[in-house]
């Protein structure tokens, strides 16, 4: 398995809603990223875990909530948020730990949309 | 992290080479340029990263300066599979006050035309 599973493909919420994103993969990495983009623009680094614990959180705001339960699986928790928040969410993964040179493996991302 | 730059957007002939540039002029010594590239509605993909020697794989080639203020990224046979977003990234190696975080940035739009 060579893949970064991210699930839902799509999701739309409420502001008042919960909800979590769920990201998956069995090759062994053991760091693992969130990403946000907005259309049209790069991808920008939300948050870091290497070896299940967070290394980097770029000052996202708290309604945004990662977890990492175990080695294979990231969550991003998501309360309360906003319109602005609409964007595509990209999970990747990387062999060994965070300070690794290897290249990520990306996932295909969650469109969300805050309504 | 050194900035890269990188032309908004380019054509590429169907079967040719493309060749897509980035300039790194304040590049540190322990920073490696890496490319990603993003193809519409999908999440980034890993292609190639050097250090300083030029760097070959299955899916292109990377050619960086000797001085390493610039590198090239080559795709000898460019097919119409190839348009997408190419990003060209600096990153230095996680530790010594280094974060080794992979910041992207405006990337350069390759159009392949059959």
């Known amino acids: 398995d060579t893949e970064v599973t991210q699930t839902p493909k799509h999701l739309v919420m409420g502001m008042t809603n919960k909800k979590s994103l769920k990201c998956e993969q069995h090759m062994g990495h053991r760091a693992m990223y969130w990403y946000k983009q907005k259309a049209k623009k790069p ?3 939300m948050f870091v875990y290497s070896y299940e614990k967070l290394s980097i959180n770029e000052s996202v ?5 990662p977890e990492c339960p175990n080695s294979s699986l990231l969550n991003l928790h998501l309360h309360a948020l906003q319109p602005e928040d609409s964007a595509l969410y990209l999970c990747a993964s990387q062999w060994g730990g965070s300070y690794r ?3 990520y493996t990306f996932g295909s991302g969650t469109r969300l949309t805050v309504v | 992290d050194a ?4 032309p908004t957007s380019m054509d590429c002939a169907e079967g040719r080479a493309a ?3 980035c300039n790194h002029s304040t590049i540190s010594g322990n920073e ?6 993003q193809i519409h509605s999908q999440g980034p993909q890993y292609i190639i990263h050097g250090l300083k020697n030029n760097e070959t794989n299955e899916m292109a080639s990377l050619i ?3 001085d390493r203020k610039s590198s090239t990224l080559i795709l000898p046979h460019a ?3 190839d348009t997408a977003v190419y990003y060209c990234i600096v990153r230095a190696p996680h530790g010594s006050g280094n974060t080794g975080k992979l910041i992207f940035g405006q990337g350069t739009t390759l159009q392949v035309k059959p």
């Open chain 2, 19 to 21: 060749n897509l540039p």
């Open chain 2, 3 to 6: 900035k890269t730059t990188q």
């Open chain 1, 101 to 103: 040179l290897d290249g």
């Open chain 1, 61 to 65: 705001p708290s309604r945004f909530s």
């Open chain 2, 64 to 66: 960086i300066t000797e």
């Open chain 1, 43 to 45: 991808p920008e680094l």
């Open chain 2, 32 to 37: 490696y340029v890496y490319w990603y590239r």
């Open chain 2, 79 to 81: 097919t119409l599979r």
